[in-house]
């Protein structure tokens, strides 16, 4: 039996030996009436206690709790900002982002050496790693420099470091830096920079045009991605595309509505277009959708290459069609490209002839589809292409 109800049924017994209408027999003595009382009292002392303890735990875990959440609060980083930046005299500087973990580069322009660091990086304290870069300008005596002279068995050599040559009269002779970038040059050997190079005392430096960054090896180049680097200053509404040198914020539109020609933007990059009435003829040879791609090119690539695909899909029960035909719309830019087939559902565009940057071409392909020799619908891909003034 429950210790509570096994005390409530003695309570009960006692309750009802105190008044006279009961029976005598049945009911407890005077010393076990004590008894069931004292254990009453304990049984509510203990239940007090519980009930205490119970209270007293609570408390404390939600003082826990709530010292807890103050803490985590406290500990969360607010957004870290570091000192603007500006390009030292004679350079350039890449990046436009002063928080936390981002990165800022800093170029010389030919003929001056950098003196500091050529990339800080803002830290989570708010301080700039590395330390203040400037631009010096290369001293033209540095680059001639006394020969080291011994005598070995009475007759007097001289030698020259590393990059130097030997110039002059035995008595007055001067060690002169050697030209690598037009010795190189002027040998047929490959060239040591990917874009242009720089002689300095004893060797030579290689640099990259704006917004592109000198790798490892120290003579490759590498665009930086403002797109992913959120090196941009594209609109909430745009969409950045990054560019060889640069980057590009695009916001495609479709078709103003014309008679009961309507679209409607399905995504970023595609237009549908509305039903068409059934007696619309025009409606239904107009492109039922448009769509917009953007690709980023190297000047006067080396052709012919495949710039795009074309491929059409039935729709779940329903037959495909049997035939495609590809085409460019409208004028074909000057026979840069062309669109021929690849398979039985794939159409490609081919770029047939180089082209020279900076520049922005636009090809538009029309892909219609027929079964049964009958028409089906039309589908436009309006392809940009964004030429740099790079080769790479």
Not at 330 to 353: A, C, P
Request: proline share 6%; with cysteine.
């Amino acid at each position: 039996m429950v210790p509570a109800i096994q005390h409530s049924v003695f309570l009960y017994l006692v309750l009802s030996c105190l008044y006279p209408s009961h029976a005598a027999q049945g009911c407890l003595n005077k010393q076990k009436v004590l008894t069931v009382i004292r254990q009453m009292q304990q049984f509510l002392k203990g239940q007090e206690t519980h009930f205490t303890d119970g209270i007293r735990t609570m408390k404390a875990k939600l003082s826990a709790l709530q010292i807890s959440v103050t803490k985590l609060t406290a500990d969360q980083p607010s957004a870290t900002w570091c000192p603007s930046l500006e390009a030292p005299k004679h350079g350039k500087k890449f990046g436009s982002r002063y928080s936390a973990d981002h990165e800022v580069h800093f170029v010389c322009q030919p003929g001056y050496q950098l003196i500091g660091s050529s990339t800080r990086v803002c830290q989570p304290n708010g301080r700039w790693t590395g330390v203040n870069a400037s631009c010096t300008e290369w001293s033209d005596l540095s680059f001639n420099r006394k020969p080291r002279c011994a005598e070995v068995e009475r007759t007097q050599r001289c030698s020259c470091d590393a990059g130097f040559h030997m110039s002059g009269s035995s008595e007055n002779s001067v060690c002169q830096d050697v030209n690598e970038c037009e010795v190189f040059q002027l040998e047929g050997i490959a060239r040591l920079c990917m874009y242009n190079c720089v002689n300095i005392p004893g060797s030579y430096r290689c640099t990259c045009p704006p917004a592109y960054k000198l790798l490892n090896d120290g003579r490759s180049c590498a665009d930086v991605d403002e797109c992913a680097t959120l090196q941009h200053n594209c609109t909430a509404g745009e969409t950045c595309i990054n560019t060889g040198g640069g980057f590009q914020c695009v916001n495609p539109q479709c078709p103003e509505p014309r008679g009961n020609i309507s679209y409607v933007k399905t995504s970023p990059f595609q237009c549908e277009r509305h039903p068409c009435p059934m007696n619309s003829k025009s409606c239904h040879h107009v492109a039922k959708t448009i769509s917009f791609h953007y690709l980023s090119l190297p000047s006067k690539l080396k052709t012919p290459v495949t710039l795009f695909r074309m491929a059409t899909a039935a729709a779940p029960g329903r037959p495909g069609p049997d035939n495609l035909r590809f085409g460019i719309v409208g004028k074909n830019n000057q026979g840069q490209f062309v669109v021929q087939r690849s398979d039985r559902q794939t159409g490609e565009l081919i770029l047939v002839q180089p082209l020279k940057g900076p520049c922005t071409v636009e090809v538009d392909v029309d892909m219609s589809e027929y079964r049964d020799r009958t028409f089906q619908a039309k589908h436009v891909s309006k392809v940009t292409l964004f030429i740099s003034a790079n080769g790479f």
